[in-house]
Each structure stands twice: as C-alpha cells, then as structure tokens.
C-alpha cells in the first residue's frame, strides 16, 4: 500500500449496508475504486472524485464470498483491501 493511503471496508463481513473508506495522499486528487471476485473478474468500479471520502456498498449486490478492493491512479496502485459478503 502507497505511504499516506488509508481503505477500509465496514464490517469486513457484508450482509447489507456497509462503508468503505479512504483517505489518499494528497497528490492524488482523483483515483478509481475497483471490486473484483475471487476468480478475478471485475465486479464493481468507481470513480473517486476526491483525495477522501466514503462509498457504501450493499451487500446484496454481490454475490456470497470474498472481494478484493483496489484503488489504482495514473496507472499506480494506492492500496488494496478485502472483504466478505454473507446472505
């Protein structure tokens, strides 16, 4: 994870409403939030218009399992994090 760049995921488990979060370094003003499965396909983007801020997520709008959260800007990786989701 990038020095300076701070993602959650609230609860770690989804069964319905949760939060991520993010705070990036302040160079980066604009970022793209990518979901993925765990057989690697794409699930879920978003544009992250600030350099902080919070998405909620609903967790069911994905299937049952675990997700990888990636946060990438001009090509660079800022971070990652995980999380679950459980109907």
């Given at each position: 994870?990038?020095?300076?760049?701070?993602?959650?995921?609230?609860?770690?488990?989804?069964?319905?409403?949760?939060?991520?979060?993010?705070?990036?370094?302040a160079?980066?003003?604009?970022?793209?939030?990518?979901?993925?499965?765990?057989?690697?396909?794409?699930v879920?983007?978003?544009?992250?218009?600030?350099?902080?801020?919070?998405?909620?997520?609903?967790?069911?709008?994905?299937?049952?399992?675990?997700?990888?959260l990636?946060?990438?800007?001009?090509?660079?990786?800022?971070?990652?994090?995980?999380?679950?989701?459980?109907?």
């Amino acid at each position: 994870q990038l020095a300076g760049a701070e993602l959650g995921v609230y609860p770690s488990v989804l069964s319905g409403l949760g939060k991520f979060t993010y705070t990036l370094p302040a160079a980066f003003r604009t970022a793209q939030m990518d979901i993925f499965n765990t057989a690697g396909q794409q699930v879920e983007s978003v544009q992250l218009n600030t350099n902080h801020g919070i998405v909620i997520l609903d967790g069911q709008d994905f299937a049952p399992g675990a997700y990888f959260l990636r946060v990438s800007a001009n090509g660079t990786i800022l971070g990652n994090t995980r999380f679950a989701v459980s109907h």
